[in-house]
């Protein structure tokens, strides 16, 4: 029996952390498969993305391989850098929450294009 796992994002701007609405979310798996899109609501929140995981019990003895999936979130706001976080991992029965902090790109003269790009470790389990 599959087991699934949650992500969502909560996009905001500067440091305050101010909602972002109408951030769109794309969700991709290590292959570069697309699992979800979304938008942010007036809270900087997307809905949760269910996704299949490995079963939870996969973290309960060494050697059982990742008891998680990896995926990356690329993220764009009209005005604002582009962002993308590398290696978000979602477990079992748990909804994972990425913040994403964006920057105007008032801040950013000629960065127009340019993406910012977060690395996320993976965890010593």
């Not at 087991?3 to 951030?23: C, M, N, T």
């Not at 309960?60 to 990896?70: E, H, I, L, M």
């Amino acid at each position: 029996m599959p087991a699934f796992g949650y992500i969502q994002a909560k996009a905001y701007v500067s440091r305050a952390k101010l909602p972002l609405e109408d951030a769109a979310v794309s969700v991709v798996d290590e292959n570069g498969r697309l699992l979800g899109l979304r938008t942010t609501n007036s809270s900087g929140l997307t809905t949760p993305i269910r996704l299949e995981v490995p079963d939870a019990a996969q973290s309960q003895s060494p050697g059982n391989g990742r008891p998680f999936v990896t995926v990356n979130l690329y993220a764009r706001a009209e005005g604002y850098e582009q962002l993308l976080v590398r290696g978000v991992q979602v477990f079992a029965d748990t909804v994972t929450t990425q913040e994403l902090q964006f920057i105007p790109l008032a801040e950013l003269p000629g960065s127009w294009n340019r993406v910012e790009v977060f690395d996320t470790p993976p965890q010593n389990l």
